[in-house]
């Protein structure tokens, strides 16, 4: 599989879990970067910025769709995928609605991550 | 028509029947002595009349001489007969008045008999013949005999006995027999005195009518004891249907009545009763038969407790098992009170029985739905904060793959293996124990297990709290507040239970800040004294009903829509057995705050 050659923003409040997935990807020779909270995210990366955001449903301050909402706001280009802890059947059906790219529940191999980009990213360059 | 005759045919024959019946209700209860004196009285009576006649038709002055000697016979009879009447069945007048005219007329009678005629006339001259009635009766004419005053002074002493008698009964209050019986025999032997007298000094021609008088007198004891056992039958009716009325209601509440007698060996028993322990309808119960259906188990302490009835205490209180002819078993109550002879023997036990299988079955239902309670409240709370739970697994788990899986890619490449490789197995372990933590503490939680206590440093015991709810407070939009103080002691108790009662604390807190619009948990520890710390948890809630503020410690107690109102009342059980306190009260600024304190730990 072709590896994307853009880079990942991980957001997530939970440190091990970012760290591991940053490590993941970067095994994979993907870029990434991990930000501790969506406050950190927005300060550090602008909205221009080509990449994919991967996006915890749960923290504090400002939760994963907030992020979403904002980052629409902002006219980020960038794509969301939502991840979660929590097993929520309704959750997934809102993150779609409010326009994320994708929606994983933790734990997730690295394989179901690639494959929601690599599918957006030929639905994409069809267009 | 001889008048004289048939009325005092008619007076000794009435009397005579009076006398025949009251005999007859005497010979069948000897112990009512007082019909005896009655029927004495009577035939007195009957006697003195028979005698009247015959001195009223006497042809000669022998015939009438000896018929007055006899005279004097009834009358005695009729005297101490109706003294014994007075003191038997009224119960009154003295003893030594009734001796004292006893013995006067008895002193008559003796002096009637060795007179030359009798008490009343030294000599009977002749026979005077008046009309009387429309007859001609014979009165006599001779020489009173002075000895005479003997017999009046003892008539006297019966109608001062009587007065005295009748006072004593009025006192009393039964008025009606006191002037039936004594009114009647006062003024009927004054009537009679006072006849006798002015017979014997000629001032009224008129023959003896004393029997006449005494037949009054009769007539008087005679409505006495038939209104006596009208009474008597009345009373009968009514204790029937007293004791109707107590079965009914003893039977309705399930209560057997029962009376054991020593003497005959049997115990009396309502229907009921029977009932309760098993046996047939019409059996004869007794208390071997008794204890051979009392458990086995329970038979020596039965038996034990029943003797000790008799010869310590007189009550007999116990709860034992029975065992039914169908071999199921039943719980009894039994209350009963031993009744001693004199002597000392027993004599007889009056109790009930009460089939309590019902209550004791509730009872121990009870204890174990109370334990049922407790552990699924525990449980409860767990999952009232699952969603947290479980997220807080997932992370450690999603960690642990996707390092597991960077490793793996890893070792397919040369460059940064070998550190890279060491962080990433240090981490998956640091995240397996993570997950493995947390399924403790939910395990932990969810066993019935007794409190364990150790010394707790406060700080990591909220901590850990904190940060299994952590995802909860960011889902609901909660912001944390954190004041503990630095000095804090370690205190005294068991882990599992203390966090059990943060959790359910801070889950309250959760519920109650629902629909506001800010939210703000604080939690504070602080040295309340040199060995107490408290804890609190602070909402910004909708704060505590001021009614409820010691309610909502109470089982069943709940303002949430499904919630079984258990978690405090548990939160309060856990603070007692670790000896320390929880209350809770609202804040000045809105919202509520509840308060635990714990017992520093003393090494």
């Known amino acids: 599989m072709n590896a994307p050659s853009l880079s990942f923003s991980i957001v997530d409040d939970d440190l091990s879990f970012g760290k591991s997935l940053k490590r993941l990807l970067n095994a994979r020779g993907i870029a990434a970067d991990y930000f501790g909270s969506a406050q950190s995210f927005l300060d550090c990366v602008p909205p221009g910025q080509l990449g994919y955001a991967i996006v915890d449903l749960h923290m504090p301050n400002c939760d994963g769709l907030g992020l979403l909402c904002k980052m629409q706001e902002m006219r980020y280009t960038m794509p969301v995928i939502i991840i979660t802890g929590q097993a929520q059947a309704d959750a997934r059906d809102l993150a779609m609605q409010r326009g994320a790219l994708g929606y994983l529940q933790k734990p997730f191999s690295g394989e179901s991550l690639l494959e929601l980009v690599t599918k957006y990213e030929a639905n994409n360059s069809i267009q | ?41 009577a035939i007195g009576v009957t006697l003195m009349a028979a005698l009247e006649l015959l001195m009223m038709q006497a042809g000669t002055t022998a015939e009438f001489g000896t018929a007055l000697r006899w005279y004097h016979v009834p009358a005695w009879v009729i005297i101490v007969s109706l003294v014994g009447f007075v003191r038997l069945y009224l119960r009154a007048g003295r003893p030594w008045l009734a001796w004292t005219v006893c013995g006067v007329r008895t002193l008559s009678l003796i002096i009637n ?13 002749s026979l005077r013949h008046i009309r009387f009635l429309g007859e001609s009766v014979s009165i006599p004419e001779g020489v009173s005999n002075p000895w005479m005053l003997v017999g009046q002074v003892s008539l006297l002493l019966l109608v001062v006995f009587a007065v005295d008698a009748t006072l004593t ?41 004393t029997s006449l008088f005494f037949l009054a007198v009769v007539g008087a004891m005679a409505l006495e004891l038939s209104i006596d056992t009208l009474r008597a039958g009345e009373l009968s009716e009514d204790l029937r249907e007293s004791e109707t009325r107590i079965v009914l209601a003893a039977d309705s509440a399930n209560v057997g009545f029962w009376s054991w007698d020593f003497d005959t060996g049997l115990i009396w028993a309502t229907e009921k009763t029977l009932e309760i322990y098993g046996f047939s309808p019409n059996e004869k119960m007794t208390f071997n038969k008794f204890l051979g259906v009392v458990h086995s188990d329970d038979r020596e302490r039965v038996g034990h407790d029943a003797r000790r009835a008799f010869q310590e205490v007189p009550d007999f209180r116990i709860e034992c098992r029975i065992v039914l002819p169908d071999h199921s078993i039943r719980w009894i109550s039994i209350r009963a009170k031993a009744y001693s002879k004199p002597s000392g023997e027993p004599h007889r036990m009056l109790g009930v029985s009460l089939d309590i299988t019902q209550r004791r079955q509730n009872e121990s239902e009870m204890v174990e739905l109370r334990l049922e309670l407790a552990h699924l409240a525990r449980v409860l709370a767990i999952s009232e904060l699952s969603t947290s739970l479980a997220h807080e697994i997932n992370q450690p788990l999603g960690a642990i793959l996707n390092n597991a899986e960077a490793g793996k890619v890893l070792l397919s490449r040369d460059k940064d293996r070998q550190e890279t490789i060491g962080e990433i197995l240090e981490d998956i372990i640091q995240d397996t124990q993570r997950a493995g933590n947390i399924v403790r503490k939910i ?15 406060v700080d990591p015991l909220i901590k850990d ?6 995802s909860n407070l960011s889902m609901n939009n909660i912001t944390l507040q954190l ?106 600024t809105g919202g509520a705050t509840f308060s635990f304190s714990l017992k520093a730990w003393k090494s």
Not at chain 2, 492 to 518: C, E, F, H, T, W
Request: net charge positive.
């Open chain 2, 113 to 125: 008999f060795v007179s030359t005629t009798n008490l009343n006339y030294r000599e009977i001259a």
């Open chain 2, 465 to 470: 709290v904190l940060k299994l709810v952590n």
């Open chain 2, 483 to 588: 004041d503990l103080k630095p000095d804090l002691a370690d205190v005294r108790g068991d882990r599992v239970r203390l966090q059990q009662v943060l959790m359910n604390l801070i889950a309250n807190a959760i519920y109650a800040m629902n629909n506001k619009p800010s939210r703000t948990l604080t939690i504070r520890a602080a040295m309340e004294a040199p060995d107490i710390v408290t804890v609190s948890v602070s909402d910004s809630g909708t704060g505590i009903d001021k009614a409820n503020q010691d309610a909502v410690f109470r089982p069943f107690f709940t303002t949430k829509k499904d919630g079984l109102g258990f978690g405090l009342s548990i939160c309060r059980s856990i603070l007692e057995e670790h000896g320390g306190r929880i209350w809770g009260e609202n804040n000045p």
């Open chain 2, 1 to 41: 028509m001889n008048w004289v005759t048939i009325i005092w045919s008619t007076a000794a024959a009435a009397s005579f029947t009076l006398a025949a019946i009251s005999l007859l209700v005497w010979s069948r209860k000897f112990k009512a002595r007082a019909h005896a004196f009655f029927a004495l009285t």
């Open chain 2, 443 to 457: 395990r932990g939680m969810a066993k019935k297990s007794a409190a364990h206590f150790e010394p707790l440093p």
């Open chain 2, 169 to 209: 009964v009025w006192r009393r209050g039964a008025r009606r027999q006191a002037l039936a019986i004594g009114g009647s025999i006062v003024f009927f032997t004054l009537a009679g005195l006072g006849e006798a007298i002015l017979v014997l000094w000629r001032i009224i021609p008129v023959p003896l009518t």
